[in-house]
């Protein structure tokens, strides 16, 4: 493939994507292990072929391309009952006695990154392998990089991880994401540029791969296609050689991941006055996302999304490249097509990455609606949400109530104006309504809270949002279910939770800039965040709630997440009055509270006033921290949290 290839141009023709090209297709990595076009990164269980065919020769590469056919165990045929190949004729089984088994694969170098705290990855990146290089002098300054640590050894054994489509016409993606091979690596690198460095290998004894009974002389095959020459990116050094080798290992590994999640395909389009800060930011942005700053499922909203743009970058490059004369003109509509798809994307992108992908941003467009408020009549109308109204239902409530029964939460949303009541039996329930509360109502259940379930639709990015000036919710349970918001989100306005149970999937409740909060006699737990956030400048009363087992992402980077039961960010600091709460059981601090550290003039003052007081500094810089922030805390149970109860923490 040739290197350098990009889509300038929607109407112009270019060659064949290279590295960064392949790069395009490839899954944007947590941790930057995978390369190429594989499909995962971790090592899954030894899998055996199920009646491996391979497929009789043919001239030139063709036989290469169509390798074995891995059916389902259910379906898997017997000797003589292969299905069809590509133009009809039978694939000929292979007696299982003619093959012999490959080897398990010997462990591979666990990377050192991994361990590596967010300051290590700037200096490493920033000052050690970039320094200070622009955007277009990127390639150069990894090439470099990579190029000194080759030349610490010249032959070393590695796992060339590949894509199995090399390998099998169909196969479960579940059960082999990639096809592995023990090689040994002469280190003669092909081409100049890191992202194409190409390096010879030829089999290792003894043969060893992670498909059991893959047949050898197929593995050849394919080598000789391909003249001996895979991907250095691709390979990945064992276990049980010297520290050189390792130190390749980790030199291959830090350009995995530059090119995995740092790299952008339009960082060379564009100036950058200073790259090196952009690199940073972006290794900020992954650490939040590995340590659960930023919660799981958003974090996954941005990968699916940088992996949509990339897939669509390729598939401009790969359409100009089949262009043989000039475009005609529905060819040409179609570049143009494709090059906005890419522009729009890649705009979101950056906004995503400038704004630190928060919740609170604005590429999560929440609440359009416009307040309805009061009727023309001026009646408040109470609404029954019930598959059957009786008249037991309504004994409690005056003569005179204007009454509407709906068996559906949404239309009872929907038909509420600033005054109702929405009164809801038990039962499961879905209401996209919840989104878009922007007059003052009443939502309560009647009977226990646990009977009546209202669930999240998984497909959209929010589940509870409120601008309205007075909202309250009662006696419900809210399940989240795949939305990537908060489970409630207070926007601006003052919502009023009670007696509620919250099962968070994504972050809690937030509570953002401006907008109020009280929450009592009330229960939240599983939030990948912190239960309730509290934005700066937000209002907040918590009273006689539990918040237990939140911020539960499991992370690589877990050890350093400081989220956990509430997390206040300052600046300015938002109010918050705590009376009678049992927070424990969290993955992080019981209580955060976030200032800036260019800001933390109060925690430095009282920790040099402090200094002489021994096992009170930490009480002392709370003390102080507190009363600064209008924090008043009284009778609340804090335990069991993974980090401690209270915390000041920089960011």
Avoid at 24 to 47: C, I, N
Avoid at 120 to 132: G, P
Avoid at 291 to 305: L, V
Avoid at 645 to 650: E, F, K, L, M, S
Wanted: one cysteine or more; charged letters at 25%; hydrophobic letters at 35%.
């Amino acid at each position: 493939m040739a290197s350098g290839a990009r889509a300038a141009g929607p109407e112009g023709r270019t060659g064949s994507p290279g590295r960064r090209g392949e790069k395009a297709v490839s899954a944007p990595g947590g941790d930057g292990a995978a390369a190429g076009t594989l499909k995962s990164r971790a090592s899954p269980a030894r899998s055996v072929v199920a009646s491996p065919r391979p497929v009789k020769a043919k001239a030139g590469g063709e036989a290469a391309r169509r390798r074995l056919q891995l059916l389902p165990a259910t379906q898997a045929q017997g000797p003589g009952e292969g299905a069809a190949g590509e133009e009809g004729e039978p694939l000929p089984s292979v007696p299982e006695e003619a093959q012999a088994e490959a080897r398990p694969l010997p462990p591979i170098c666990v990377s050192p990154m991994r361990g590596m705290w967010r300051d290590e990855k700037v200096a490493l990146y920033c000052d050690r392998v970039l320094q200070d290089c622009k955007a277009e002098d990127a390639d150069e300054a990894m090439s470099k990089y990579l190029s000194e640590k080759l030349k610490l050894r010249d032959r070393w054994l590695g796992v060339w991880k590949t894509n199995p489509e090399l390998f099998f016409v169909t196969y479960e993606e579940a059960s082999i994401p990639f096809v592995g091979i023990l090689v040994e690596v002469t280190c003669t690198p092909h081409q100049s540029s890191t992202s194409c460095f190409k390096v010879p290998v030829s089999v290792a004894e003894p043969f060893s791969s992670n498909i059991a009974n893959i047949p050898r002389g197929l593995v050849d095959e394919i080598l000789e296609e391909l003249e001996h020459c895979v991907p250095l990116l691709e390979v990945h050094p064992v276990e049980g050689q010297d520290s050189e080798i390792r130190d390749i290992a980790l030199a291959l590994e830090v350009v995995r991941f530059f090119y995995d999640f740092l790299w952008r395909d339009w960082d060379d389009e564009e100036s950058s006055e200073n790259y090196t800060a952009l690199i940073e930011e972006r290794i900020n942005l992954w650490c939040d996302i590995q340590d659960g700053t930023i919660p799981g499922p958003i974090a996954q909203r941005f990968k699916k999304t940088l992996e949509k743009y990339k897939n669509k970058r390729v598939e401009l490059i790969e359409y100009q490249s089949n262009i043989k004369e000039d475009p005609s003109a529905a060819e040409a509509v179609e570049c143009w097509k494709k090059y906005y798809e890419i522009v729009m994307l890649c705009g979101l992108l950056k906004m995503w990455e400038d704004l630190r992908l928060r919740v609170h941003g604005p590429f999560f467009p929440r609440i359009l609606r416009r307040r309805k408020g009061r009727r023309e009549f001026g009646k408040t109308i109470t609404h029954i949400v019930a598959k059957v109204m009786t008249t037991n239902m309504v004994k409690d409530l005056s003569s005179d109530t204007f009454l509407q029964q709906h068996d559906d939460l949404d239309l009872a949303l929907d038909s509420c104006y600033s005054g109702d009541t929405v009164v809801v039996f038990p039962g499961e329930y879905q209401a996209v309504n919840l989104a878009l509360l922007t007059d003052d109502i009443i939502i309560k259940g009647v009977g226990k809270r646990e009977e009546i379930r209202i669930t999240s639709e998984p497909s959209h990015d929010s589940f509870v949002v409120s601008k309205a000036d007075n909202v309250k919710l009662m006696h419900l349970s809210l399940i989240q279910q795949g939305t990537v918001d908060g489970i409630v989100v207070v926007e601006s306005g003052h919502m009023t939770l009670e007696n509620c149970v919250l099962k968070c999937e994504g972050t809690g409740v937030c509570v953002l800039t401006g907008a109020a909060l009280t929450l009592t006699d009330s229960e939240i737990t599983g939030a990948q965040g912190a239960g309730v956030e509290l934005y700066p400048g937000s209002m907040a009363v918590l009273e006689r709630n539990e918040i237990h087992h939140c911020n539960t992402l499991g992370t690589s980077d877990g050890s350093k997440s400081t989220l956990g039961g509430v997390s206040m960010k300052v600046l300015p600091a938002p109010k918050l009055k705590m009376t009678n709460n049992h927070i424990h059981s969290n993955s992080g601090y019981g209580v955060s509270i976030n200032q800036p550290a260019e800001q933390f003039f109060i925690v430095e003052e009282a920790l040099n006033k402090g200094a002489a007081s021994g096992d009170k500094k930490d009480e002392t810089v709370l003390s102080r921290v507190m009363h600064s922030l209008n924090l008043e805390m009284s009778d609340n149970k804090i335990e069991a949290n993974s980090k401690g109860d209270i915390r000041v923490v920089t960011s």
